[in-house]
């Protein structure tokens, strides 16, 4: 049964949010200037979706936004810990926060997200960064209006780490910065324990959002100019195990897809061992559900599967793609790979590469393994050195490269539909969008296209992305 956060509480977090607007407002009639606020995200799709919630209670609470953290009254860094270099990115991030408050002494540092659900992770930033003033976790996010009052009206630190019993917080306000497609999540947490990863500890259990809330959720978007949708969870197709409605992930997606409206839906991440054949076939059936699959094997060793817990053997993998590749003609793929997990040796590491060719992803996300205090993976040992395990690094790039150049190629010449989402990253003259299979495509074109959908000849392939001409 999904436990949902009250009105009650909702309302007191309400009260708080009040009283920081006319705070806000008796800053502004003082100084003169409005209360900034900044937030700056690392880590996954779920926590870009957090943050918008952040950004969303911070608005509602008056501050208004800035891009740069030296002018901002209110920084919140919402962090990741999958990796331990995310983590080090904050520290350091930390250590010139430290200088710009010696000079703004009333800034409010918050650190909140998977980092610091980790105990020691709070406990050492509390010793060694006493100028942070508000640390929460990922259970406490509604909380943030009160928690955010408390640490301006308070001395020392304001901490909430504590797990709660998984409630979900409906109605939280959200602030999003594109307002053509939207991350909706439709589940918490992860129950999997695969044995590398920190996430099932700090975002704790799977529970899934009932299907009337994401399906208001969706025509609120839709309403409001969306037409993308993403759902998101850590492992969608686990969605709805834990309701008493009786509907499954493929449910799901078909009752998104009959919303008018909507005109493409994407979903992440999928775990193999749940993809099941009813989900395949509501892909296949369901018209605005993108050709595009991210399925990650992070390894092709049915050894190493073992060790990380993953519950599939390769061969398993390999019958489920082959079924995709089967039922949806040309579906783009996608996964993540781990390189150099504990006991993993060269051998292995050919079995990746095997898999690579065998499956011929679009793009792969790939990740040396990075030791997680807590996890069982970290009791293990290495048998192959660091400059091993960057050597084979760099040859799955180079393995991969090869294919995804290949896959672009097959797209010259042909004509595609793109949702425009702006000025390109690296060239300011282009714009950028995504095509169904979520090919990035840049082309020549007025920045009012952005959000809308335009035909594109694809003229030129290249690894990551493909350039295009607007017919
Ligand atoms: N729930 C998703 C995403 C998990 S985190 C899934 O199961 O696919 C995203 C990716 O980070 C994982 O797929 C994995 O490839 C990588 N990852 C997780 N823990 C890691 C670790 N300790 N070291 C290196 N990469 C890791
Ligand atoms: Fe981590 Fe595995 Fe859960 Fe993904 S499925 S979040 S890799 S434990
Ligand atoms: Fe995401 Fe990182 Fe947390 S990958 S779930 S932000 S540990």
Request: hydrophobic share 40%; proline share 12%.
């Given at each position: 049964m999904t436990k949902i956060i009250s009105e009650e509480e909702l309302s007191r977090q309400r009260a708080f949010s009040a009283k920081l607007r006319e705070a806000n407002a008796h800053f502004a009639a003082e100084y003169g200037r409005e209360r900034l606020a900044h937030t700056e995200t690392y880590g996954c799709q779920q926590n870009e979706n957090d943050t918008e919630r952040i950004r969303g209670m911070l608005k509602e609470a008056g501050f208004k936004f800035t891009e740069d953290a030296e002018k901002a009254d209110v920084v919140i860094y919402n962090t990741c810990a999958v990796r331990e270099n995310a983590e080090q990115k904050v520290f350091g991030r930390l250590g010139i926060l430290k200088n710009i408050k010696e000079r703004r002494r009333n800034m409010i540092i918050g650190i909140c997200g998977c980092m610091v659900q980790q105990e020691h992770i709070t406990e050492k930033i509390k010793a060694v960064h006493d100028h942070v003033d508000l640390i929460f976790g990922t259970h406490a996010l509604y909380k943030l209006p009160e928690l955010l009052y408390n640490a301006m009206h308070e001395k020392g630190v304001v901490v909430d780490i504590t797990q709660s019993d998984g409630a979900i917080a409906e109605d939280i306000p959200v602030l999003r910065e594109t307002p053509w497609k939207a991350w909706v999540s439709v589940m918490y947490g992860c129950n999997n324990f695969c044995s590398y990863c920190i996430v099932p500890y700090v975002r704790g259990r799977e529970r899934s959002r009932k299907s009337a809330d994401i399906l208001n959720e969706i025509k609120e978007l839709v309403k409001n100019g969306c037409t993308e949708i993403s759902l998101l969870g850590q492992n969608v197709n686990s969605y709805g195990k834990d309701l008493d409605e009786g509907i499954d992930f493929a449910d799901l997606i078909r009752m998104v897809n009959d919303?008018?409206?909507?005109e493409r839906i994407r979903f992440m991440t999928s775990h193999p061992k749940d993809l099941s054949d009813k989900l395949i076939t509501a892909m296949k059936e369901c018209d605005k559900v993108c050709k595009q699959l991210h399925l990650p094997v992070q390894a092709g060793s049915n050894r190493i599967l073992k060790e990380m817990n993953r519950k599939y053997t390769r061969e398993e993998y390999l019958e489920k793609i082959e079924k995709i590749k089967r039922e949806i003609p040309g579906i783009a793929l996608s996964t993540d790979i781990i390189v150099g997990?504990?006991?993993?040796t060269n051998e292995d590491f050919e079995d990746t590469l095997d898999i690579l060719r065998r499956v011929e992803y679009d793009n792969i996300f790939s990740f040396i393994y990075s030791r997680r205090e807590g996890t069982p993976a970290a009791k293990l040992d290495f048998v192959l050195t660091d400059e091993e395990i960057h050597k084979n690094f760099n040859r799955l790039l180079e393995v991969q490269n090869e294919i995804s150049k290949r896959k672009n190629e097959a797209y010259v010449g042909r004509t595609e539909r793109i949702l425009v989402d702006g000025a390109s990253k690296t060239d300011k003259t282009m714009l950028s969008g995504r095509t169904d299979s979520s090919k990035i495509v840049n082309f020549k074109g007025d920045e009012s296209l952005t959000g809308k959908y335009v035909d594109v000849k694809i003229t030129e392939a290249r690894t990551w992305s493909l350039n295009g001409e607007l017919i």
């Open positions: 919303i008018d409206g909507v997990f504990p006991t993993e």
